[in-house]
């Protein structure tokens, strides 16, 4: 499968707790991109990077969210401190940064309890 | 400045029907509007995009009528079938050196009836 995988798909965790997501997106796009979509809206832009460098950060980006892209292949989005309202889907999407066209993966389900 | 508002929230056609979703938009530096659809439990798969130079682009049963004017655009799928059933998100996104930017709009929950 050469789409946007992301690991894991579900995670549970209680309040206070640190989680790490993991991105792999498709191997020739060098942009990659992490939203935020709770129940019944639309994904949230939250940050982008382009290979390594990440370009831009959304204001829901707070300062207990962190995004890296080490080696511009994979990513990880990790959150300190988890809190009820971090409960959501997180998407990663990926393309090049010739194109808008975007490809998202299946997303992690987090639940904070 | 930096909404899409979608309408309808929720839209039921019968087999066969013409399914139309409509987005308008307010910051005229978006170029680019791509739709996409989801499925419970799985991430956006783009549909079908434009980009404003262009009024109409159609693909298989997937047709976007864009009003450059208006600023709205708007999604028509034709002979709607029980498979298309799913949440459609219209988006819009500008891009370049002088940053990035991507606003999806609040999704529409279709349902087709067989």
């Known amino acids: 499968d050469t789409g946007v995988s992301q690991d894991p798909r579900h995670k549970i965790t209680k309040r206070g707790q640190n989680v790490t997501f993991r991105c792999d997106p498709i191997?020739?796009?060098?942009?990659l991109y992490w939203y935020r979509q709770t129940l019944g809206q639309g994904p949230e832009f939250l940050t982008y990077f382009q290979n390594e460098a990440q370009l831009e950060k959304s204001r829901l980006l707070s300062d207990r969210f962190s995004a890296e892209r080490p080696k511009g292949s994979f990513s990880t989005l990790e959150i300190q401190r988890t809190e009820q309202g971090d409960s959501a889907m997180y998407l990663c999407?990926?393309?090049?940064?010739?194109?808008?066209?975007?490809?998202f993966g299946p997303g992690t389900r987090l639940t904070v309890t | 400045q930096q909404q899409v508002k979608q309408s309808p929230q929720s839209l039921i056609v019968q087999k066969g029907g013409i399914s139309i979703i409509n987005c308008a938009y307010e910051n005229t530096a978006f170029d680019y509007f791509p739709w996409y659809q989801q499925f419970p439990g799985k991430g956006p798969a783009l549909l079908i995009a434009i980009r404003p130079d262009v009024s109409k682009k159609k693909e298989g049963r997937f047709t976007i009528s864009f009003n450059k004017s208006a600023k709205q655009f708007s999604l028509h799928i034709m002979d709607s079938q029980p498979g298309d059933s799913a949440t459609y998100f219209c988006a819009a996104l500008w891009g370049g050196t002088g940053g990035f930017k991507t606003i999806f709009g609040a999704g529409t929950r279709l349902f087709v009836k067989a």
């Open positions: 999407a990926s393309s090049t940064d010739r194109h808008y066209e975007q490809y």
């Open positions: 191997s020739e796009h060098n942009r």
